[in-house]
């Protein structure tokens, strides 16, 4: 895959030479490797950059904490890496309407800590470490409080973005009822960074809460995983609210976990409750906010390891049980170690895989092959480029293929953002 001739004094001229490098191997995605690597410092250097590299008809793919380079397909081409890395301030915080806007650079971590200090936080906690605004809203990351808050599409108000012809583009507003236009923060959520650059985004937020409880329980089956589940979040316990509800299965053993936040006798009650209610199942251990949160840092961390394959499997909370018993016999006849964790309380489950190649390919085509058949996905999150070239990352998306297509084609019609990566090749 050749790249083009990138003009890198043009790139100088718009950013400073100080921010524009010769990319190195390091920088390359899914082994294809870019150019140079330029980092603007504000949306009227991302609009000069992009106006550029579509005059030249360049390859663009954004970066911003380097999370989720690995997701997606290998693409055909990328000339220029645009590093959100320099946009990463809060721009606006209003306490009193739980609103906030920032840069897409931003790290999640920073704006966690920064909003804590006014005893608020947005309510995404995924577990990649470094991730930026940006990545977190490309992909539609989540973790545990998912099934509390909603991802980040649930969360996000109103975004700016620069297209690849360098317009920039803005929709909703500073207010959760705007909903006036063109609803780009929707679109661009889960995009993978294929329509254009997500510059700024702005977010409704929640209060921290002043306590919290953490219940838990081992079990040595995994068909008692569903069973906890289905226990905790259909209980006759009217006072189940759950912020988390999370499960791992390795080594022949599982653990489900369920978070409780609140004031604190609601706390006390509902993990009392639950304690009594999962005696049956085995001893229930509780810890507090401290022990808790120390715990969920390790508990909600992706099962997989560098150079294995994860999934992300989707399916109706009701077909836990299958989806469990699909990933552990495919793993099993082909020979292939696994290990799990999931959103129990939402059907969102990941897979951990490693192996030799045939049996990893072997594995995600028999999952995928009953997955889809029931309605789900499977969708390769991680993985070395041996298996990506032998399987499409994101599996069939029936009708929804050509309503992307159409979508990629009205935003980016030279094909410069991130091409080949994302749904079909597109």
């Known amino acids: 895959m ?65 999370t989720k380079m690995g997701l997606g397909n290998p693409p055909r081409r990328v000339d220029l890496i645009l590093s959100t890395a320099r946009m990463d301030s809060i721009i606006e915080h209003v306490p009193g309407d739980q609103i906030v806007r920032v840069q897409s650079g931003l790290k999640l971590q920073d704006l966690q800590e920064n909003l804590a200090e006014s005893d608020q936080m947005l309510g995404v906690d995924p577990p990649e470490e470094g991730a930026t605004i940006g990545g977190v809203v490309a992909a539609n990351s989540s973790g545990p409080r998912r099934l509390r808050y909603g991802t980040i599409r649930d969360l996000i108000i109103g975004v700016k973005v620069v297209l690849a012809d360098g317009t920039v583009a803005k929709a909703g507003g500073k207010v959760v009822k705007n909903v006036a236009g063109y609803d780009l923060s929707k679109l661009f959520t889960g995009s993978l960074g294929t329509l254009g650059v997500i510059a700024e985004a702005n977010f409704r937020l929640h209060p921290i809460r002043e306590s919290a409880r953490t219940v838990f329980v081992e079990v040595d089956d995994h068909g008692q995983i569903p069973e906890v589940a289905q226990a905790l979040t259909h209980s006759s316990f009217s006072q ?15 653990v489900i976990a369920a978070l409780f936040e609140g004031i604190e006798p609601a706390v006390e009650a509902q993990s009392s409750a639950a304690t009594e209610l999962l005696h049956s199942y085995g001893e229930a251990n509780v810890l507090g906010k401290d022990d808790g949160d120390e715990f969920w840092n390790s508990f909600a961390r992706r099962p997989w390891a560098t150079g294995g394959v994860g999934l992300k499997i989707g399916a109706p909370p009701a077909d836990l049980t299958t989806v ?8 099993e006849r082909a020979g292939v170690e696994v290990r799990l964790s999931g959103h129990a309380g939402t059907g969102v489950t990941f897979a951990g895989l490693s192996g030799e190649d045939d049996g990893l390919v072997d594995v995600v085509e028999e999952v995928r092959e009953i997955r889809v058949r029931r309605g789900g996905s499977v969708v390769v999150q991680e993985a070395p480029l041996s298996i990506k070239e032998r399987l499409d990352v994101w599996g069939p998306v029936g009708d929804y293929l050509g309503l992307t297509r159409r979508v990629k084609e009205k935003f980016d019609p030279g094909y410069t953002m991130n091409p080949g990566r994302f749904l079909g090749g597109i």
């Open 2 to 66: 050749q790249t083009q001739n990138v003009p890198t004094e043009g790139l100088q001229g718009i950013v400073g030479e100080e921010h524009v490098r010769e990319a190195s191997t390091d920088d390359a995605v899914d082994g294809v490797e870019p150019s140079l690597i330029v980092e603007p410092g504000t949306i009227e250097e991302t609009s000069e950059v992009m106006k550029l590299a579509s005059r030249e008809g360049l390859a663009v793919s954004v970066r911003g904490g380097g």
């Open 240 to 254: 189940f609210v759950l912020d988390a509800l999370e499960l791992r299965w390795e080594n022949g053993r599982g």
């Open 324 to 331: 469990l018993d699909s990933v552990l016999g495919a793993a």
